[in-house]
């Protein structure tokens, strides 16, 4: 890490620079893959998981039997750790559920909004060699949660043609039913389109390569909502002089051991601290399995010194980490002016890695900045929020005339007519 | 309106077809001018204003001698009116402010969401011959409540360089005070990147022609969010036998009169309630000053004789309706299962225009069927949930164990390691 003493608000926006993301060269081919898969179905899937994948399926869909057979294939201790994961998420999202509430704005004029499950989502998981089992709780309880009735989860399959049992185990914990073996920009394809296997859905969630990256971004192009904009995972941590550097040392690799272009980034206010948190990351990074990708993330993210804890506000949030740790004593206080943050540790006993898997909050966070707009995935990511308006004669009468001349003003006479032809009928009937 | 009796499932969704908006091939045209404004700032804002509004401005922003004038020129019913419609939109909004509840998940393990307003949005009102100060009104309000700090207007001059009383009239009600006089993709262009005088902002909203949407496609697809992707207006109402003919007409020509690409649809269940509506159009027609623009949409709009309500509420929930009018006797039964619709207004004595208006709910809504997977903007729209957690260290030995387990099995030892790490300090201590 390389370190900045007291750099002025005017270099932090440079030092700060996130690595660029931009897969607008692949869409020329991702394109390609997405037109096959519309137009040639499973057939195209086949291909693609022959080419990218190398295995010949048989079938596309996860079998019954395998789902049956998954359960065998987890340890007991995980099993239990992913269903207290389950219940914590559950009950944090469950809580988000909105409370139908009328709202007379006037007398005679009711106003409520009701949440609805969208009807038909799909959940992409990436593979390679670990099991992202976290994220499909993290991405189908609040389905689950939300109501919504067809939930499709894709997922690349193993050169076996398998699935890793702890995704399939977690599924079918969470209720999830429909898993096809289909990755990559194919796999968001055959969710936008629909195949003869694959079921078409109204909205897709999930990380991904940069091909899926780029695949979600097009179809979202057309109209597809997606869960949010992809971009390298990060974490800020800012840490007092209470801090454990050896804690803060242990987050700062938990990110950086996610590929070589995490963003992690170190806030102190002693420079004995930074080096205290820098020797510590030297020490523990030599045990580490990924240390080769971790090293490489840490090289290009800075560690700031800064002189007060309003500075260090201030830049936390212009930065608008997807993660960020507080390593403070007076953390809790800290994080009430926290204005753009995707998910926020509070103390020194709160590691980024609680939420990544089992605290409750969502994992699926902005990266990038869009913390500044975007909120991470929550129970709203998968309603739509319906407005309901219902007016007696009598609301009418005391709305109406406030309608018309509005619509007149802006010169939409049939809009007043809608309302003049009834008041006029109300009229007619005292 | 071509009458289509009892169509087969089959066959709706042939005839329900909505007019396909491509705005793909004006991309290079809209985005040359993107970034001619990203590169030459205000000046090109003046130069695309002389060209396309065929004004000379003087100043890009509105002066706050202009905002004072203007509440001169608007009538004191006008805008008493503008006052009761800001107060029942206020009121509904308000009222969807979250509360901020802490979840303890498990004994010492909290976590919480909190709402934060974005910090900078920016608002869209189109120009024309009418003044939409309705827009300001849908718009500004939930970004005022959700506690935005920048609110930045942009809407295009007349001729003569000012913006109608109403609009200015409208903003100052509200509490906007950056106005600025650049309309179409150069407006949209100036809120993404910011100009000497236009500010950037973090989210784009409003409706406009197809220069503005695709001009927001365009920032849409480079990470920054808008409210929702834009298509041609439209209303489905549902016609019982209780229905009055002549209210119906005058909610299909509201809806008819706003574009020759307007949406409307009418399902009924009785030959003779569809002949009768349309006679009454054909009566109410030939007194709209719009009435050349509502027939040309009338034109393209089906009336479909259904045999039940519930084929009728299968047709609905297919359709995805913007607005939909139940024009019924048991109007709130059927409503309460409505599952795809962007608003509804219940009952006889609730036309669209009370919506469009005043009633308190807001008239920016999903059009093209997005009612599937998007929700009407409302206070969600103008802020981002950020979750917090706080573990005690008795609530990370409890749950830590979990997290260890997970991250092993996922192969992300650094997770592992940044609770393990703790957890072994705590053992120290006790």
């Known amino acids: 890490m390389k370190t900045y003493n007291q750099p002025s608000p005017d270099q932090w926006a ?10 607008s060269d692949l869409e020329n081919r991702v394109s390609t893959i997405l037109q096959k898969v519309q137009q040639e179905g499973d057939r195209a899937l086949r291909d693609f998981t022959a080419r990218f994948d190398g295995v010949q399926l048989e079938g596309i869909a996860v079998s019954p039997e395998e789902f049956a057979a998954s359960e065998a294939l987890v340890s007991q201790a ?4 992913i269903q207290t994961a389950h219940t914590n998420i559950d009950q944090f999202h469950r809580q988000q559920q909105l409370q139908t509430e009328v709202i007379e704005t006037m007398p005679g004029v009711k106003c409520w909004q009701k949440s609805v499950g969208i009807e038909k989502v ?12 976290s994220s499909v709780l993290m991405l189908a309880v609040p389905a689950k949660i939300a109501g919504c009735q067809e939930i499709v989860l894709c997922t690349p399959p193993a050169k076996d043609g398998s699935v890793h049992p702890a995704i ?15 990755g990559g920009a194919q796999a968001i394809a055959a969710m936008a389109y629909g195949t003869e296997t694959v079921p078409q859905v109204y909205k897709i969630f999930g990380p991904g390569n940069q091909y899926v990256t780029a695949a979600k971004q097009l179809v979202n192009k057309s109209g597809l909502p997606i869960d949010m904009p992809a971009g390298p995972s990060e974490v800020l941590i800012v840490a007092d002089n209470s801090a454990n550097p050896d ?12 590929g070589i272009d995490s963003q992690v980034v170190l806030v102190a206010f002693e420079e004995a601290m930074v ?34 804890e309003e500075a260090a506000l201030q830049l936390v949030n212009q930065y608008a980490p997807e993660h960020l740790i507080l390593s403070m004593d007076r953390a809790l206080e800290f994080a009430g002016h926290i204005t753009n943050a995707g998910s926020v540790f509070i103390g020194h006993y709160t590691p980024e890695s609680v939420g990544d898997y089992a605290s409750g909050t969502n994992h699926t966070l902005p990266t990038n900045g869009f913390a500044r707009s975007y909120s991470g995935v929550n129970l709203d990511a998968y309603v739509k929020k319906i407005t309901f308006q219902q007016l007696s004669a009598a609301g009418l009468q005391k709305l109406g005339p406030v309608v018309e001349q509005m619509a007149q003003a802006e010169q939409l006479e049939a809009h007043k007519n809608a309302v003049s032809i009834r008041l006029k009928a109300l009229k007619e009937i005292d």
Chains 1, 2 share one sequence.
């Open 122 to 133: 799909g959940l992409y998981i990436p593979g390679g060699t670990a099991p992202l089992f």
């Open 275 to 308: 080096r205290r948190t820098l020797d510590a990351v030297d020490r523990q990074l030599v045990d580490l399995p990924r240390q080769e990708i971790a090293r490489k993330a840490l090289e290009n993210s800075p560690a700031v010194i800064l002189e007060s």
């Open 168 to 182: 399939l185990y977690t599924a079918s914990l969470v209720g999830v039913s429909k898993v096809y073996k289909v």
């Open 78 to 81: 995980l099993k239990q750790a």
């Open 247 to 258: 804690f803060v040392a242990a987050d700062l690799l938990s990110q950086a051991e996610h």
């Open 14 to 23: 440079t030092l700060l620079e996130r690595p660029l993301m931009d897969v």
